[in-house]
């Protein structure tokens, strides 16, 4: 089963280890709004949406609909990105995307790349008994960051940065 973690667009982490309904759930009630999944007339799912500011009056619906929860929550997952939204749900386990690599008692470093590449590069910073922390914070790609200028990345190619290394 995928496992989340929800992250803000300067990579703080926010939390790990989340189902697809309770990272779906965290974006959708991030500004304090509340939200319930109905059923509509021909069975599919809608999720509707009531701000903390209304006084919790009025229910609106959302463009979010799905033949089942499941399928409901990942276009939820999905349409949040840090490229546009202040937060973002990703998957932990990722091929590729952008890694926040914490060496214990060390500055953390942001880094692009493989998860391989990640796991290697943090190998590398570890310097004591507790091992170096990696997060995937972001699945934005090299490209968009750099044409977005998300400088909260910062500028590390982990391939570049294990060929620099073994060189």
Request: hydrophobic letters at 40%.
């Amino acid at each position: 089963m995928t496992k989340y973690a929800l992250t803000r667009l300067d990579g703080r982490i926010l939390d790990v280890g989340l189902t697809l309904a309770e990272a779906a759930s965290a974006l959708l009630t991030y500004d304090s709004a509340e939200f319930e999944v109905r059923s509509d007339d021909d069975g599919w799912m809608v999720i509707f949406t009531r701000a903390a500011r209304s006084g919790g009056k009025k229910w609106t619906t959302t463009v979010f609909c799905a033949p089942t929860e499941e399928e409901l929550f990942l276009k939820v997952v999905n349409a949040f990105d840090n490229a546009t939204d202040a937060l973002e749900a990703v998957d932990e386990d990722a091929d590729s995307g952008w890694w926040k690599i914490a060496p214990a008692g060390g500055e953390a470093v942001y880094g692009y790349g493989s998860r391989a590449e990640a796991d290697e590069y943090a190998e590398l910073l570890d310097c004591g008994s507790e091992p170096t922390a990696v997060h995937h914070v972001s699945a934005v790609s090299w490209h968009d960051a750099h044409v977005k200028n998300l400088a909260e990345y910062g500028d590390l190619n982990l391939d570049d940065e294990l060929r620099g290394r073994a060189a």
